[in-house]
T-cell receptor
Framework: EAQVTQNPRYLITVTGKKLTVTCSQN?????MSWYRQDPGLGLRQIYY???????DKGDVPEGYKVSRKEKRNFPLILESPSPNQTSLYFC??????????FGPGTRLTVT | AQKVTQAQTEISVVEKEDVTLDCVYE???????LFWYKQPPSGELVFLIR????DEQNEISGRYSWNFQKSTSSFNFTITASQVVDSAVYFC????????????WGAGTKLIIKP
């Protein structure tokens, strides 16, 4: 089944404890992206990647890192999470960059 | 600047009624793409449709239809004979050519279908 998977789906952590949210797609898509969704602020792009080893900042990259060493994986790294990074995170992939297919979301709480 | 406006924050209708969700966009580009996504209560984001700026044909898919009008910069979404399973938040989004596929999202319309 063609899909985008994210792990973990739910995570509660403490300020400053490094964490990684994994994202994997099995559709051989070149384009991948990370978003966060917050009430009242909608969906905002964090980082995106046009292909392996090519990543670029979105609208809200501060406090996040990404890497794209393989086509299928695009992990999101929070080196030192803070409470303002509490959010619902989505990974997406696309073959054309146009219609993007989203993972199930990761709900992160930073205390 | 590019912008997507979904003026209806929440719509509530009774099952089997028709309902239209409005989307108005702003862009200076002549080539752009419009999208609708659905976010059911379970939280995932589901792609529904993409429309290219050079294709103004309306689209119908089962009970769903989309009306794209460049003259009014609108891309409205109609659900015919609504069902409870249609209850969700619906997002309209815009992507401009040359923007590295960045999506500009509307704020979403929460649709409640009452049985």
């Amino acid at each position: 089944e063609a899909q985008v998977t994210q792990n973990p789906r739910y995570l509660i952590t403490v300020t400053g404890k490094k964490l990684t949210v994994t994202c994997s797609q099995n559709m051989n898509h070149e384009y991948m992206s990370w978003y966060r969704q917050d009430p009242g602020l909608g969906l905002r792009q964090i980082y995106y990647s046009m292909n392996v080893e090519v990543t670029d900042k979105g609208d809200v990259p501060e406090g996040y890192k990404v890497s794209r060493k393989e086509k299928r994986n695009f992990p999101l790294i929070l080196e030192s999470p803070s409470p303002n990074q509490t959010s619902l995170y989505f990974c997406a992939s696309s073959s054309t960059g146009l219609e993007q297919y989203f993972g199930p979301g990761t709900r992160l709480t930073v205390t | 600047a590019q912008k997507v406006t979904q003026a209806q924050t929440e719509i509530s209708v009774v099952e089997k009624e028709d309902v239209t969700l409005d989307c108005v966009y702003e862009t200076r580009d002549t080539t752009y793409y419009l999208f609708w996504y659905k976010q059911p209560p379970s939280g995932e984001l589901v792609f529904l449709i993409r429309r290219n700026s050079f294709d103004e044909q309306n689209e119908i898919s089962g009970r769903y239809s989309w009306n794209f009008q460049k003259s009014t910069s609108s891309f409205n979404f109609t659900i015919t004979a609504s069902q409870v399973v249609d209850s969700a938040v619906y997002f309209c989004a815009l992507s401009e050519e040359g923007s590295n596929y960045q999506l500009i999202w509307g704020a979403g319309t929460k649709l409640i279908i009452k049985p």
